[in-house]
């Protein structure tokens, strides 16, 4: 195990709501990065922050936004949602260029 | 855009013959990561190369990042049912935060 946590694992939503994922890392691993992932394709980074700030995004629209706490923990948001968004949501914390992923969110947008 | 290309998509072999992937970037990589992807699972971290022309072997898997440093390959020698998944290189571009994922090669293994 990796140690990284996520919530839930599993989400159903409808077009325009909005989500809020989780993502708890390891101690000590300060910085966590957002991917997303559609079926039968390689994650796409949507964001990195490092020490509560981001410094790193993908080519995701505004509508796609993070925080990241003192303990560890981390959230993704996506406003206004749509039905490509469906996918795994995958966050990994990184500790000397090694990241480790969580085991993902499945958001399912109908 | 940025883009790391991974051919072939899927790979069908009997167990205990070879497999390859490979990997091409259109930019000069800083570093390139390498992941398995169980069917259901989330990537696990396999290896990074950092180097030139850097070789680096894990048992049975070889991983190599070219001179150029815009490819790169991961060879696995006389596979064994365990090794059945999607393996992902992911390059990190000179200069930049991201993570580029290639679209990953499937590998599925007849016993």
């Known amino acids: 195990e990796t140690g990284v946590t996520q919530s839930p694992t599993h989400l159903i939503k409808t077009r325009g709501q909005q989500v809020t994922l989780r993502c708890s890392s390891q101690s000590g691993h300060n910085t966590v990065s957002w991917y997303q992932q559609a079926l039968g394709q390689g994650p796409q980074f949507i964001f990195q922050y490092y020490r509560e700030e981001e410094n790193g995004r993908g080519n995701f629209p505004p509508r796609f936004s993070g925080l990241q706490f003192p303990n560890y923990s981390s959230e993704l948001n996506v406003n206004a949602l749509e039905l490509d968004d469906s996918a795994l949501y995958l966050c990994?914390?990184?500790?000397?260029?090694?990241?480790?992923f969580g085991p993902g969110t499945r958001l399912t947008v109908l | 855009g940025q883009q790391v290309m991974q051919i072939p998509q899927y790979q069908h072999v009997q167990e205990g013959e070879d497999f390859t992937t490979y990997c091409n970037s259109s930019?000069?990589?800083?570093?390139i990561q390498w992941y398995k992807q169980r069917p259901g699972g989330h990537p696990v971290f396999l290896i990074q190369?950092?180097?030139?022309?850097e070789v680096k072997k894990q048992k049975r898997l070889t991983f190599q990042f070219g001179e150029a440093k815009k490819n790169s390959s991961l060879h696995i020698t006389a596979t064994q049912t365990t090794d059945v998944g999607t393996y992902f290189c992911a390059g990190r571009i000179q200069g930049a935060q991201k993570l580029v994922f290639g679209q990953g090669t499937r590998l599925t293994i007849n016993p």
């Open positions: 930019t000069t990589l800083s570093n």
């Open positions: 990994a914390s990184s500790f000397l260029n090694e990241q480790f």
């Open positions: 190369l950092v180097k030139s022309g």
